[in-house]
């Protein structure tokens, strides 16, 4: 099953952004890209734009012209992509959560307009990155440049979400001919001096063998890329991947946490990066299996 790689246009700048990070995502992929404009009620509540029309509200001349011209423009850009165009008749979170269960990759700008309103800062970015079913990538406004050549940073837990957000992590190193950084973040130490002292000691030596496993499965899988594993100390795990995040290319964060990332996505940690990260965050849901 060739998935392709979906990204929701509406015609704001950061939707354009998104869209051409997809296609070069999609390219490096070999993989087809999409893209999907959603055409109800821009807050996504499945109702018609104009409450006294009845039915479903037909797919816009406007819409399809934006859609072809940015198609357009990406094939321009970028030589050996194949572009398909797709208006959705139905709410923008919605129409990209359906989508994700048969996508390689979804990418979304972290604003929008139109049938993509707030995305990411409100109930359209809320049910992706809780709902999505492939990995979803966020990417900045237009007006904060993407950062290239920076290391591909990615949080370090112990769960199997964030060894699937390794995975992902090395792939895209891997890709990029970056650097990986295997991050494990812990919070100080307090109470009595001895009793601190020896859960210090512990909880090294738990962060080591963490970073240790996670970094011996990477080079398995790609020899040579290069990985470097950090261990932190820092109030929040939110905090210490927010302030890295100023020198990475790309935050990878799995789609749940325990330990120094417990309810990520689901908490102050996800709502941080996706609004605060001074790079694009991919959020690592596992596909669902093909259906063919």
């Known amino acids: 099953m060739n998935r392709p790689v979906v990204a929701g246009v509406d015609g ?6 998104a869209a051409d990070q997809a296609a070069a995502a999609a ?41 072809e011209r940015v198609a357009a423009e990406l094939a321009e850009r970028h030589p050996g992509l194949r572009v398909e165009v797709r208006q959705v008749a139905g709410g923008p979170g919605a129409a990209l959560v359906e989508e994700s269960r048969r996508a390689e990759l979804v990418v979304v700008g972290s604003r929008g ?28 406004p237009a007006e904060q440049p993407i950062p290239v050549g920076g290391p591909v940073l990615v949080g ?14 090395a792939d895209e190193a891997a890709r990029r001919d970056a650097e990986l950084v295997l991050t494990h973040v812990r919070a100080p130490e307090r109470g009595a001096p001895e ?13 080591a063998e963490l970073l ?16 470097t594993e950090r261990a ?51 959020i690592a849901h596992r596909p669902e299996p093909a259906d063919d």
């Not at 704001?12 to 952004?17: A, D, E, G, M």
């Open 113 to 140: 307009v139109g049938g993509f309103t707030g995305l990411l800062l409100g109930s359209v970015g809320g049910q992706l990155a809780q709902h999505g079913h492939c990995p979803v990538l966020v990417v900045r």
């Open 232 to 282: 932190v100390v820092a109030a929040s795990p939110e905090t210490a991947l927010r302030e890295a995040s100023g020198e990475a290319s790309l935050v990878v964060v799995g789609s749940r946490g325990r330990g120094g990332f417990a309810g990520l996505l689901l908490g102050s940690v996800s709502q941080a990066l996706v609004q605060h990260a001074h790079c694009p965050v991919l």
């Open 195 to 207: 009793v601190a002292a020896e859960a210090t000691t512990a909880e090294r030596a738990e962060a």
């Open 156 to 169: 370090v837990d112990g769960s199997d979400f964030a060894a699937y957000a390794v995975e992902l992590a």
């Open 27 to 67: 390219v490096a992929r070999s993989r087809p890209l999409l893209l999907v404009h959603g055409y109800l009620h821009p807050l996504g509540y499945g109702v018609p734009l104009n409450p006294y029309d009845l039915g479903v509200p037909a797919p816009t001349e406007e819409a399809e012209k934006m859609l």
């Open 12 to 17: 704001s700048p950061s939707s354009l952004t």
């Open 212 to 227: 240790g496993v996670a970094a011996e499965r990477v080079r398995a899988a790609h020899p040579g890329l290069r990985v």
